[in-house]
C-alpha cells in the first residue's frame, strides 16, 4: 500500500510549531515580496506567502512594480529593502518579465536576508557542505522526507531539472544527506533507464504526466514538485493514478510539495530573524 506524503498536514504542523516559536521568541521578523508585472500566477503565489505570513506572526510587505519596470527599478527596491532594517527577508518573485536580468536582481538580494537562497554565496555554501539560506522547495522536501523517516544515506537519488530553484539545490541537499545523486535534464540519454534505478524519484520538469509508471521502480519514493495545467486542472509531472500503484510512497499535487515550501519560507525568513538579532547581541 502506497504511503502518501502529505505535505499539507506536514506543513500545517510546520507552521503551528514555528508561529509558538515566534511568539515566544520576541523578535517580529519581517518579510518583503517584490513582484513585477501581473502574472496571475505569480500574484496568487505571492498572495499565499503573505497569507502564511499572518498565519505565523511575521510581518510582511509587498512591492508590486509594473510589468514594463527596467532592471534598475527593480534593483533600486531591492538595495532599499536591503538597507531596511526592520526586513529580515527578500523575496522576488519569479519569473520576473524577460527584459529584467534576473541574474542581476538576485545577485543584489543581501545575502543575509536571501531566505529563498537562490543568492550565488547561498547556492555556493550549500554545494560546499556548509548551507545557509537554501532554497524553499527542495529544503521543504527534504523536511518531508526526514518527517516520514525516508532514509536517504547511501540511498540512490535521481533528480530530474537542474534549474536554480529546485534541480540544483535538490540534488546537493541529497547529497549532503549521504545519498548518491543523479542529476537529469533535456539532453539526459536514456532517460528512462537512468529514471528507474531511483530509489527515490524527485522530478521537476513542469510536463503534465510525464513520468510513466515504466520509468519508476517498484517501491520507489517519488517527489512531484511540478505544477502543470490539463484538462483544466492542476497535475504534477508524475501520473499520479499509475504510478502510486507501484511507488511506496509518494507526493500528491496539489497538497505535496507546494506547501512545504510556503512552511519553509516562513522558516527561512524567522530564521534571517533570529541570525541578526544573535549578531546584534
Ligand atoms: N511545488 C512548488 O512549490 C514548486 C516550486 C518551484 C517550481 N515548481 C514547479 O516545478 C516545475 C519545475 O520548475 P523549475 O523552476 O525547476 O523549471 P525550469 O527552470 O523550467 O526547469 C525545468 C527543468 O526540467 C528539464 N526538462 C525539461 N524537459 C525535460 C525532459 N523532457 N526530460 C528531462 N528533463 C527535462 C529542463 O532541462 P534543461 O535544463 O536541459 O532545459 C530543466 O532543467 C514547474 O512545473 C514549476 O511550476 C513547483
Do not use: W
Not at 127 to 146: E, H, Q, V
Amino acid at each position: 500500500m502506497v504511503i502518501i506524503l502529505d505535505g499539507k498536514k506536514c506543513s500545517e504542523k510546520r507552521l503551528e510549531l514555528l508561529k509558538e516559536e515566534i511568539k515566544n521568541s520576541g523578535l517580529n521578523p519581517r518579510l518583503a515580496t517584490v513582484i513585477v508585472g501581473s502574472d496571475p500566477a505569480s500574484k496568487m503565489y505571492v498572495r499565499m506567502k503573505h497569507r502564511a505570513c499572518e498565519q505565523v506572526g511575521i510581518g510582511s510587505v509587498g512591492i508590486e512594480l509594473p510589468e514594463d519596470s527596467a532592471t534598475d527599478k527593480v534593483l533600486k527596491a531591492v538595495m532599499q529593502l536591503n538597507q531596511d532594517p526592520d526586513i529580515n527577508g527578500i523575496l522576488v518573485q519569479l519569473p520576473l518579465p524577460k527584459e529584467v536580468d534576473a541574474e542581476c536582481v538576485i545577485e543584489r538580494i543581501s545575502p543575509e536576508k536571501d531566505v529563498d537562497g537562490y543568492h550565488p554565496e547561498n547556492l555556493g555554501l550549500l554545494f560546499s557542505g556548509r548551507p545557509r539560506f537554501t532554497s524553499c522547495t527542495p529544503t521543504g522536501i527534504m523536511t518531508l522526507l526526514k518527517e516520514y523517516k525516508i532514509p536517504l544515506a547511501g540511498a540512490r537519488a535521481v533528480v530530474v531539472g537542474r534549474s536554480i530553484d529546485v534541480g540544483r539545490p535538490m540534488a546537493a541537499l541529497l547529497l549532503n544527506a549521504d545519498a548518491t545523486v543523479t542529476i537529469c535534464h533535456s539532453k539526459t540519454k536514456a532517460l528512462a533507464e537512468e529514471l528507474k534505478r531511483a530509489d527515490i524519484l524527485i522530478s521537476a520538469i513542469g510536463k503534465a504526466h510525464f513520468i510513466q509508471p515504466e520509468m519508476v521502480k517498484p517501491g520507489a519514493v517519488v517527489i512531484d514538485v511540478g505544477i502543470n495545467q490539463l484538462d483544466g486542472k492542476l497535475v504534477g509531472d508524475v501520473d499520479y493514478a499509475k504510478v502510486s500503484e507501484i511507488a511506496s510512497a509518494i507526493t500528491p499535487v496539489p497538497g505535496g510539495v507546494g506547501p512545504m515550501t510556503i512552511a519553509t519560507l516562513m522558516e527561512n525568513t524567522f530564521r534571517a530573524a533570529k541570525v541578526k538579532a544573535c549578531n546584534r547581541a
